[in-house]
């Protein structure tokens, strides 16, 4: 995992004063970086039955697709306001900088599909809560939620209930 703490970049006071950036363009510029995030992912849920991965807008698209490309899945986009084309629902969530509204279309998931919720990072866990709420509103079953990175000192976990979480590197940090 050291190897791919390596390669995510750190940004000071990016996006504002206090915040610790991971970018994580870096880590999946690299080869090794991009499908080493995607093996430990397939390894890890390979044998669990899963119909779709959901993926969160925009970084979450980028782990999310390709992941279920290899475990044979289909993909949904949970995407930020005013960006889906057809018929909607919406919940809104605070950022560790801002708030915003999350959205999906409703006929993307249905009722007992089992789904596997990915992003790039968790922080507060007010983006993945939302996206939880979403799919929960759909009636699909999560089977987990995974992220590349953790802010661990957020204690972001706690806002996502009982789903299983899991995330390759965890920071102490806030
Ligand atoms: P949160 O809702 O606080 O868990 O924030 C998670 C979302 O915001 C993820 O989609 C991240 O892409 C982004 N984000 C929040 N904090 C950071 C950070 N320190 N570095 C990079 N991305 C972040």
Redesign the pocket.
Known sequence: MEHIKSLIRNIPDFPKPG??????TTLFQDRWGLKKCLDLFEEKYRYQPIDKVAG?DS??FIVGAALADRLGCGFVTIRKKGKLPWETISES?????GTDDLEVHVDSIQKGERILLI??????????SAAVRLIERLEGEIIGISCV?E?AG?K?QEKLGDYPFHSLVSYDEM
């Open positions: 915040i610790q950036f991971k970018d994580v969160v970084r979450g969530y605070d950022l560790e900088y992003d790039d990072l968790l922080a507060t866990g007010g983006t993945l990175i802010l957020l972001g």
